[in-house]
């Protein structure tokens, strides 16, 4: 408690040299500096996270089931009766994926086919991002079935939505045998109108999508009631409740991935960005934390003096080593706060007002401003490096108080 209170004297009190004065002022905002890089970093990499949720969500049900093994579910249309029994579910409707050849005239390209059945436009947000120049259709009473085309798709194809414009589908046959006299009788086609052209921001939708209705792309793939998956809409309740509920309904035979899970490679990108800069800026903030270590070797020096009283009134080498780790630890620590508290009123800032906004055509970008969110984790988890990283500086500043500090009672003896 002694060793506390005098460190604490020491940090706030004016210093004979105004040199100790000026570079403990340097050491506090050095530290503060880094602490707000850190605190302001980390929460942009949360903004978008947040952003890239947010975007997966427009196609992306909030829970998707998938078989364990194989590629298919039999029987989907009753899993989807089951699903539909669980409090919370408001949709439950099967999908069906494969990779598909396209064609439009004299271009090609392989895409990644998708049926899905009238509901698919409650099930997700696709009307909000279909182009001006078409709707999401999956059936025309005039000119019959209709598929949705990624703008990726759309454009290498040079397919736009009109009733002139037709895409050919063909896939493998999976039932019967292959002539290799007539190659072209191993694949099975089906042409479709393009009925609209959607833009979701995200490659993996963009690039190669095609949206279909599931009993066409069942009939091209020769399926009865099988899918490769079961979307499913949740209302208000928990996600994770449902979830759980879900998984026990239908046994070890099944998966079900929510939204986050469902894009787990690109957050654990995200995620992995975000710490592997999270260690680079804690590098920066120990080296920052060096200037402690000049601070206090000329604190030592400068109290000499007050070695020799503590000394005749019978403090140890313990204790004047306490003080001087403590007073290591304050000024980390002191420089910590102050940016960790600047950091996040600047992020808080950043996240009602959006004063920094990004560069290029913003008609163009899903947000003109730059996304931040505050996490309360990080922040503890800055504090702790703050902390950890001062009383490392501060003990090695100790040793150096501690062995002057002997010498002292050597000189006195």
């Known amino acids: ?17 105004n040199a100790v004065n000026a570079i403990s002022i340097i050491s506090v905002v050095g530290i503060a500096l880094a602490s707000l890089a850190i605190v302001c ?27 364990v093994a194989g590629k298919v579910m039999v029987g989907s249309d009753s899993l989807c009766g089951i699903v539909r029994g669980v409090r919370g579910v408001v949709l439950a409707e099967p999908v069906v994926e494969e990779r598909a050849l396209a064609i439009s005239g004299a271009r090609q390209m392989p895409v990644r086919l998708k049926g899905v059945t009238e509901r698919y436009g409650q099930m997700t947000d696709i009307d909000r991002v279909v182009k001006e120049d078409g709707t999401f259709l999956l059936h025309d009473s005039i000119a019959g079935d209709v598929a949705a085309l990624g703008v990726g798709v759309a454009l290498g194809l040079e397919a736009r939505p009109s009733l002139l414009s037709r895409v050919e589908l063909y896939v493998p046959r999976r039932i019967g045998r292959i002539n290799p006299a007539n190659p072209a009788a191993s694949f099975r086609a089906d042409t479709l109108l393009v009925g609209g052209v959607f833009q979701t921001e995200q490659a993996e939708s963009d690039a190669d999508l095609v949206i279909a209705g599931i009993d066409v792309v069942r009939q091209l793939l020769e399926y009865d009631d099988e899918a490769t998956g079961i979307e499913v809409k949740v209302d208000g309740r928990d996600d994770g409740a449902v979830l759980s509920e879900i998984k026990y309904l239908l046994g070890s035979g099944y998966v079900v991935r929510d939204r986050v899970e469902q894009q787990e490679e690109a957050f654990r990108m995200i995620a992995v960005e975000k710490w592997v800069t999270f260690c680079m800026l804690a590098f920066i903030l120990m080296i920052a934390s060096f200037n402690v270590v000049s601070t206090l070797s000329m604190l030592v020096i400068e109290k000499d003096d007050d070695a020799r009283t503590l000394f005749a009134l019978g403090a140890s080498s313990g204790v004047v080593t306490r003080i001087f780790m403590i007073e290591g630890w304050l000024i980390s620590f002191l420089g910590g706060v102050l940016g960790v508290v600047v950091g996040a009123i600047l992020c808080i800032a950043q996240e009602w007002f959006g004063f920094i906004r990004l560069g290029g055509d913003h008609e163009m970008m899903t947000t003109d401003v730059y996304p931040v969110r505050l996490d309360m984790l990080d922040l503890c988890a800055v504090l702790g490096l703050v902390a950890v990283v001062g ?23």
């Open 1 to 17: 408690m002694v060793a506390l209170r005098i460190a604490l004297r020491y940090l706030f009190s004016k210093k004979s040299h």
């Open 41 to 67: 970093i980390l929460s942009v990499f949360n903004g978008f996270s947040d952003l890239a949720l947010r975007q997966a969500s427009v196609l992306s049900p909030d829970l998707l089931i998938e078989p």
């Open 391 to 413: 009383f490392v500086v501060s003990s090695l500043t100790a040793v150096f108080a501690k062995s002057r500090f002997l010498r002292q009672v050597d000189f006195v003896a």
